[in-house]
């Protein structure tokens, strides 16, 4: 066997969440690491993320009153995962919370500031165990400028302008033109950014917070970070895995590496065969470039099983009339005077629910009912009241594609969108009176504080209820868009993969959407990809330091 071109102790995989974790916690454990993106950015589909972390039992949760025990976290993981096979084992989830403040800690501990939300709902605060906020968390906003050179290569600086928002900031900010404490919301967000500029910081939020803090964190350890070098082959003896071939720009290079190697290279929301396979749809995705299942094609070709592969982190999202990103929807959908409608003009979904429980709802109902695409019926009290992303820069190109209809009343909306005009009629009708009575009796719309977290509380008797009567109208198409996949290499406790042998395969870790969540076919918070992608690298590298 030719010789290696390079040893390190610990080969990483990738730059998002799951990628620095590891890296970042094997450099804290003494190993000499070396990072390695496909791409020509670093930060994964984590840097244009919201950046939110799901850590249910963080140490910060006392600072904002609240309280959580293990025993709690466990049972609502089993409430709202269930059984769904060894992706999410008993021992994963019990790996996943236990480690939660080792986690929090350490990346503190070294610089990371963290900011707890006390308001952010669990996203089925109503089941055994479920809270209704604390658990949730993310970074502060980073300063580009502590990057140095390097942010001109991060994927949230070529992608996003330097904006210092928060995840919880847009709870408020989404209806900061019809409520008092959105407006204020808005104006410290408002302060906050015109302070930032002022003192010449050039401060990013969201998932621009975390994967800059922790990329901070990498270059203050001394690691290397190599962009535009897959790995492209894992180089095993007996069953072990000893090193990888890392194609760069100048070459192949053999890469031995002594503790380990960690795949933290996202999913496959980009590759359309996969999609097309495993899906059934090419997909929709708010993932990046890049996101084309590469870590898991090689963890596959060392013999590593994988498991949920029909599955995504789904979302109902705004297709792009050029073909580009689809938009996530999260509050548009949720807040007052809105419906999803089927393509025969009939509701089928509670449209306030997590974004996974609406992307499934679209995808189930459409084996029955066309419903890709479906639409969003919008009063147009809702859109003079609230943020609509997807039309911040207008509506001219999504008229033009057809994408976004508009009609002065329901009867003539319904012929536009190809929709029976009696049908939408009874059903805009129908909602109407539940709007007035404050209950939605066909889908329990309104009825938790995840429901609420997104509604409005000046529109009574509840807030995500508001009737359809206020015209023009509009209707904009819909589609299962997802934030990436949630299938890949199964893996263990320690994020060791398995062997389609089932048993863990000496040396190969992996973390993140290139393996098979923890967390199954449900969403239990918001930050539910992040968090255990942050863990299960934390893991990797804790275990890989440990082995002789």
Same mark, same amino acid.
């Given at each position: ?309 029909? %599955?995504?982190?789904?979302? /109902? ?6 073909? @580009?990103? =689809?938009?996530?929807? #999260?509050? *548009? ?86 929709? %029976?005009?009696?049908?939408? /009629? ?6 109407? @009176?539940? =709007?007035?009575?404050? #209950?939605? *009796? ?101 275990? =890989?330091?440990?082995?002789?």
């Amino acid at each position: 066997m030719p010789g290696w071109d390079r040893e390190v102790d610990l080969l990483v995989a990738g730059s998002g969440a799951a990628a620095l974790s590891a890296a970042v916690t094997g450099a804290s454990e003494g190993l000499e690491v070396l990072v390695v993106e496909s791409t020509d950015r670093w930060g994964g589909t984590t840097a244009i993320s919201g950046g939110g972390l799901w850590m249910p039992g963080h140490p910060g949760m006392a600072a904002i009153g609240k309280q959580d025990s293990t025993d709690d976290i466990l049972r609502y993981m089993q409430e709202t995962i269930g059984d769904v096979g060894p992706a999410s084992s008993p021992e994963r989830r019990r790996a996943f919370v236990e480690s939660v403040p080792a986690v929090y800690r350490l990346f503190e501990g070294l610089g990371l500031e963290w900011a707890p939300s006390k308001d952010y709902p669990d996203y089925y605060p109503d089941k055994p165990g479920g809270m209704a906020g604390g658990r949730s968390i993310e970074a502060k906003p980073f300063d580009a400028r502590l990057l140095g050179e390097d942010a001109k290569t991060w994927r949230t600086a070529d992608m996003l302008p330097p904006i210092p928002i928060k995840t919880d900031d847009v709870w408020l900010i989404s209806r900061a033109w019809s409520t008092a404490d959105g407006f204020i919301r808005g104006a410290k967000f408002f302060f906050r950014t015109v302070g930032g500029f002022a003192t010449g910081k050039k401060l990013f939020g969201l998932g621009g917070g975390y994967t800059g803090g922790l990329m901070a964190i990498v270059k203050d350890q001394g690691t290397e970070v190599m962009l535009s070098s897959p790995v492209t082959s894992l180089i095993k003896e007996g069953d072990a895995v000893v090193g990888a071939e890392v194609t760069t720009p100048s070459g192949v290079l053999r890469v031995k590496a002594r503790k380990g190697v960690v795949l933290g290279t996202g999913g496959f929301a980009r590759n359309k065969g996969w999609r097309l396979e495993h899906h059934g749809i090419e997909g929709y995705t708010s993932a990046p470039e890049g996101d084309v299942g590469s870590g898991i094609q090689v963890g596959i070709d060392a013999g590593g099983a994988v498991a949920l592969m029909d %599955d995504a982190w789904w979302g /109902a999202s705004i297709p792009d009339p050029e073909g @580009g990103d =689809a938009t996530f929807l #999260v509050a *548009e959908r949720s807040m007052p005077f809105t419906i999803f409608v089927d393509q025969e003009g009939r509701r089928f979904t509670n449209e306030s629910a997590s974004y996974i429980d609406v992307g499934h709802d679209i995808l189930e109902h459409h084996r029955t009912v066309p419903s890709i695409p479906c639409w969003m019926i919008i009063d147009r009290r809702h859109r003079h009241r609230y943020l609509f992303n997807a039309f911040l820069t207008g509506t001219k190109r999504y008229k033009e594609a057809g994408i976004l209809v508009e009609a002065d009343t329901i009867e003539e909306l319904a012929p536009r969108i190809g929709v %029976d005009p009696s049908v939408l /009629a009874q059903t805009v009708e129908r909602f109407n @009176g539940f =709007a007035r009575a404050g #209950v939605d *009796e066909d889908f329990d719309r309104g009825r938790t504080a995840y429901d609420n977290y997104y509604g409005d509380p000046t529109v009574r008797p509840n807030p995500n209820l508001g009737t359809l009567e206020k015209g023009p109208f509009q209707a904009v198409q819909v589609v299962p868009g997802d934030l990436g996949t949630k299938g890949g290499l199964l893996t263990d406790e320690h994020a060791r993969v398995i062997s389609t042998q089932g048993a863990p395969i000496p040396g190969l870790y992996a973390s993140g959407n290139a393996t098979a969540s923890v967390m199954g076919r449900t969403y239990p918070g918001a930050g539910s990809t992040i968090a255990p992608a942050t863990v299960f690298g934390y893991l990797a590298a804790k275990h =890989a330091a440990a082995r002789a």
